[in-house]
């Protein structure tokens, strides 16, 4: 089992920043891929980025230019900087690590709660 401990979010007004990080732990063996999905009210659970273990990283559209993942290896954690904030990104983000050894599972943190005022 992996487990992943979130930290960050909050309620902000719009275009302040937040940033958030997330801690894995477990069986990390294989984890080639770490990242952040968000879930607002009423929406299904977006992909925002990720990051692979090789630097490969991949944004929504929506947070292009706004938004920064990075991973730190040795500490096994990845970090969401998140600037000039909207209230469209307000919702509920999600840590994900992903192992793709013969399957693909995915492993998800509890969620924190990012909140954007306008």
């Known amino acids: 089992q992996v487990q992943l401990v979130e930290s960050g979010g909050g309620l902000v007004q719009a275009g302040e920043s937040l940033a958030l990080s997330c801690a894995a732990s477990g069986n990390i063996f294989s984890i080639n891929a770490m990242g952040w999905y968000r879930q607002a009210p009423g929406k299904q659970r977006e992909l925002v980025a990720s990051i692979t273990s090789g630097g490969s990283i991949s944004y929504a559209d929506s947070v292009k230019g706004r938004f920064t993942i990075s991973r730190d290896n040795a500490k096994n954690t990845v970090y969401l900087q998140m600037n000039s904030l909207k209230p469209e990104d307000t919702a509920v983000y999600y840590c994900?690590?992903?192992?793709?050894?013969?399957?693909?599972?995915?492993?998800w943190g509890q969620g924190t709660q990012v909140t954007v005022s306008s």
């Open positions: 994900n690590a992903r192992r793709t050894l013969y399957v693909i599972t995915d492993y």
